[in-house]
C-alpha cells in the first residue's frame, strides 16, 4: 500500500512524468484529464489510476536518479553519472556531515540529503537569492530540505562549520576558497571540485599545490546510452560529451 | 581524535595503502619496519606515525571509494564508476532492503551495506563457496558484515525474500531469473544487471520484453583519468575501455 | 590566381558554405545578393568577393573534408573519422583498384576516388536508382565521376572485377557476400564493412569464420570536439555517441 | 604473381610481422629456421611459404596501416587514427605539396608520401640528425623515401618552400612558427598541429587569434576495439585514452 507523505511518481500514457510527495486529497490537472490522487491509496507501485477521461497513469516508486530528472532547473546541473562518482569519493553515508557551496538548483544537494538519512547533516552555501529559493523548492517538494541547513552567503567569509566529513564545492573561482574549505573539513578528509574548463582546472590544481592537501585526482565520467531493442542493440545516435571536470583532493595539515 | 572501531588507512611514503578497523592493540608489519598502532590514539586524520625504523606512515579517513579500491578480490569487480550510478538508479537510500546476486568478491555488497545503514539490509546471494568467503572477509575488515545477510545459494529457488525495494543482478545468465527477481522486488521498483557483453544484453533485453517491466534502459560508463599536473594537463595515456553494460527496468505488474 | 575547374568553396558572413568547380560565367544567388564568379580569377584563396548588395564571401580551398561535408545526403553516410581510419586499414593510394558496395549518397566514394587518383579506380555498386542517381551527383559536383565506374545491381551477381586492391560493404547484410568479396580481391589483401548494430557484427563475424580469412578486427571510432575558446577551453557539450562499428579482415585463400 | 619491389609482410605462426621491400635474394632468420624469400616468387598474397624447419609464414599485402604499425619508433608516434582525419582536413591526396615540421619516427611523413604519390612532394623537417636518420631508415624500408624532402634544420629560419597546399606542426612550441606557417601556406588553405596537453592548446589558439586564420577547430579522436568473438562481442578491456589534441585552422590573409 502507498501512504501519504512517500514520495510517488505518476507516468502518463505519452511518458510524461510528475513527481508528488503522496497527498490523498490532491487533485492533478493534466492534457489527459483530472487525476484524483487519494485513489493511490488502495494501489500498489507498478499499477495504475484512471483520469476522468479514462485515461491510465501508473504510479512508480522513484529513485533518487528520478527525483534528480524531475528538478527544476535555472542552471547547469551536476548529472546523476556524476553524482554517484562524487558520493563514493567523498565517503558520504548515512550520518555524514558534509559541506556544499554553489547549490545552483540543487541536484547534487538532493542527493546528499538523500544519502546523509536523518543522522547527518548537508550545510548548504548559495549566494544568489533566486537560486537558494529555486533550491527550497525542489528540496521541499521531494521532502528533503529537513536535513539541509541552507544558507544565502558569500563563502570568502567561511561555512561557520567545523570538522565536517567532506566538502564538495561547485563556484567558478574555487581556488579563492581554499583556506575556508580546509579550515571546515576535518583533517585527512576529502573534498572535491567540478569545473567546466580545462583553464579552471589548471589553475585549480596550481592552487592545491600551495596547501596542504594529498591524493588530489582530475577526471571525467561519460556515459553512453543504448538503444534497448534486442535485435537491433546499438548507441544511441548522439551523448552527452561534457558536463565537466572533477576533481577531488584530501586535507593534510 | 581517532577512536578503536573507526575504519582507517595508513599511506606508505611510497603510495601503498593500508585499510583497517582501527584496533590501537594491532603491530602493523611493514617494508618500512613495524607500526604500533596504539601511537594513532593521539592523532587526528591527516596526520602521521612513524614506522620504528623512523618512516612517516600518514593516516587519512577512507572514503567509500578507498574501501572499494582495497577489496581483495578474485573475480572481476564492479567499479565505483558503475556503483554510483546503480545507487541512484535504484534508488538505495538509508533504510532500503535491497537483494544482490552474484556477490563475486563482495564491492557491490559493501557499497550497498554502506548507503543503506543501520536501518536497511542487504539480501546477498552467493552460489560459490569460496566468493561467499571472500565477500565475508571483505566486509569483516570495513566493519559493515552486520547489514548483510549473505547466503550461500543458487537463486533458482528463488530469494526467499518478499517486498525488496530493489533488486541488482550480476550473473551469468539473468534472463533464467527474472520470475524470481519480479516476485521479489515490489511492484513499480527498479532493478538492474550488469552484464560484459553484447550478446548477452541483447538475450537479456528479449526476455525483458515478455515480462511486466517497463522503463528498460541499457548504458555503459567510462571514465577518463587526467595527470593532475597544472602547467602540463592532459588526460592520461590509458583508461579501462570496458568493465560492463548496466541494464535497467521496473516492476510493472 | 584561382584557374576555373578548380573546386573552390564560398563562405558567406554568417558561414553558410558553398562548393563548386569553378566556371566563371556562373552567378551565385544568396541571401546576401547575387555573386558574379568571375570576379574570383583576380584573386588567391582566402580573399573575398563582394555580393552585388556589398556583402563579403570569403573564397576558400576545400579540403575533403570539406567536400564529404558539403555531399547532398539521403541516407546515414559514413563520417570523416571513419573514412580516414577505412583508408589507411585498406591501403588505398594513388593507383588503387577498390571495390565499393552500397554507395549510399556517395560519400566514402568520393573519397575514394579522392584517393585513387588518375591511375586507379574505384568500381561502386549500388542497388536502388535513387541513390545511384545522388551518387552521380554529389561525385559530377566536385569533378570526380571519371574515376568512378559506377553500377546500378545487386552485388548478389558478384562483383564482374577481379584482382581488387580493396573491398568496402555498406549493406544490411553483408554475410550474404561473403563469397562474392573473396572472388573479387586479391588474396592477402583487406576488406572492410560498416555495421551499425551488435547482432549484425556478431552475425557478421560467424560468418567470416567460416570462410578463408585472417586478421578479422572489430572497432569504433569517435571524435570530440572542444570550443576554440583560449581562456576558456571545454569540450563542446554534445558529440555524435555512434554512426557505427568497423570491421576488417583479409582474403587468405 | 609478387614481383621484386613491391612492399611485403610476413606473418609467422605466432603473429609477429615483418615488413620488407621484396628481394628475392634476402634470407630473414627468424626463431623459427631461416626463410629463403626467392620463394615467394611463386606464390600470390594470402599463401604460404615455409622455413628450412618446416614452420609456415603467410604472405600478405601490407596496407599503410601496416607500414605504419611497422614502424621503428623513438618517440610517441600519431596514430592510424588521427593520421587518417589529418589527411582529410588538410585535403591531401595524389599531388599535393605538403609541409610537415616534428618528423619524429616518420609515421606521418610515410602517410603524407603514400597518399601525395609521385607527382606529389613532402616537405619534412626535423631539427634533431638521430630522428632525422631514423625518419630516413623507415622511410627506406617502405620505399617512400623518394617522396620527401627530408631537412634537418629548426624551423625558426623558416620552411624555404612557397606554395604548400597544407603544413602539418608537430613541435612543442608551435606558437612561435605561425608566421612561419602563413608563409608557407597558400592562402586560403589548411593547416594543422598535434598537442599533447590542454595548457598548449589554450597557448596556441590565443596565438591564431592573433593572426590572419579562420576556421579553426580543436578535437580529438578516440578508438575503441572489440574482442571479434561473435557469440561473446565485447569491447577490450583497456584502450589509449590520450595521445593528442588536433588543432586546424586555415590561412586568411
Known amino acids: 500500500m502507498i501512504t501519504p507523505g ?6 502518463s500514457p505519452k511518458g510524461k512524468r510528475y513527481l508528488r510527495v503522496f497527498d490523498p486529497e490532491e487533485e492533478l490537472h493534466t492534457h489527459d484529464g483530472k487525476l ?7 494501489l500498489t507501485y507498478g499499477q495504475c489510476i484512471a483520469s476522468h477521461l479514462g485515461r491510465n497513469y501508473k504510479v512508480l516508486k522513484p529513485s533518487l536518479y528520478d527525483l534528480l530528472k524531475s528538478i527544476e532547473r535555472k542552471t547547469q546541473i551536476i548529472y546523476p553519472k556524476e553524482i554517484g562518482y562524487i558520493l563514493l569519493k567523498l565517503g558520504i553515508g548515512p550520518g ?5 557551496a554553489g547549490c545552483g538548483s540543487g ?23 533566486e537560486f ?22 558569500d563563502i570568502e567569509e567561511g561555512f ?12 567558478r573561482t574555487p581556488w579563492d576558497y581554499l583556506d575556508q574549505v580546509l579550515c571546515a573539513v576535518k583533517n585527512g578528509h576529502p573534498f572535491g571540485f567540478l569545473l567546466p574548463t580545462m583553464n579552471q582546472v589548471a589553475r585549480l590544481l596550481a592552487a592545491l599545490e600551495a596547501k596542504p592537501c594529498t591524493d588530489t585526482e ?8 543504448y538503444k534497448p531493442v534486442p535485435e537491433r542493440l546499438r548507441p544511441e545516435d548522439r551523448m552527452v560529451a561534457h558536463t565537466g571536470f572533477l576533481i577531488f583532493s584530501r586535507a593534510q595539515r
Open 132 to 153: 537558494k529559493t529555486l533550491c527550497v523548492k525542489n528540496l521541499t517538494r521531494v521532502g528533503l530540505l529537513h536535513r539541509v541547513e541552507l544558507q544565502e552567503k
Open 160 to 171: 561557520a562549520v567545523e570538522g565536517a566529513d567532506a566538502v564538495f564545492i561547485d563556484v
Open 218 to 225: 582530475v577526471l571525467e565520467i561519460l556515459l553512453r546510452r
Open 36 to 42: 484524483k490522487l487519494k485513489d493511490i491509496c488502495e
Open 107 to 129: 541536484a547534487l544537494t538532493m542527493a546528499l540529503a538523500w544519502f546523509v538519512g536523518d543522522q547527518g547533516k548537508v550545510y548548504s552555501f548559495e549566494r544568489r537569492p
Open 96 to 100: 555524514s556531515r558534509v559541506i556544499e
Open 6 to 11: 512517500e514520495l510517488i511518481q505518476l507516468v
